[in-house]
């Protein structure tokens, strides 16, 4: 799989699925779970009232609705409490679960955010780590995505991507 970095605003981003940092309720909160949100329309937050919520670690697809990407991804990353508290493997899930999710749907191109890098508070060069590594992993025989964007929302992200892809 094609992995790049893109710096700007995932939800002008017209792929297959754009990967939202989503809170359990999957209901709307702040950051770029709160800009897929506004960006998507009601329809969106309709439809997500009906799933029931998210645990941490898991995914949920949704339409994207009014976005430019077909769908949404919603992934619950993890708070960070230090990193004793199955942290590491929680957000290594989100990836997880979000790429096979996407190969369920036979989708070719995703984008995710810094997953829990906003108010969850997770250190950016230890996410990035994880998010790097789980991309990199063997796709499974059938996967259908060709293409994956980490979105950064500062150059400082895009340059903590560039040196861990590099």
Avoid: K
Avoid at 78 to 96: F, K, M, Q, S
């Amino acid at each position: 799989m094609d992995i790049r970095i893109w710096q700007g605003d995932i939800t002008t981003l017209a792929l297959d699925a754009i990967v939202n940092a989503a809170n359990s309720t999957l209901l709307g909160g702040g950051g770029v779970d709160g800009a897929i949100h506004r960006a998507a329309g009601p329809e969106l937050l309709a439809h997500c009232r009906t799933l029931g919520g998210c645990p941490t670690g898991e995914a949920r697809i949704t339409p994207g609705f009014r976005l430019p990407a077909r769908f949404v991804i919603h992934t619950v990353g993890p708070v960070w409490r230090g990193g004793d508290h199955g942290e590491p493997g929680l957000l290594a899930c989100c990836y997880r679960n979000s790429l096979a999710l996407a190969d369920a749907q036979g989708l070719a191109s995703i984008a995710f955010p810094a997953i829990s890098c906003g108010v969850y508070g997770y250190p950016l060069e230890a996410a990035v780590r994880i998010a790097v590594t789980e991309l990199r992993r063997p796709r499974p025989a059938g996967s259908t995505l060709q293409r994956a964007l980490l979105v950064a929302f500062s150059e400082d992200m895009a340059r903590l991507y560039r040196d861990a892809l590099a």
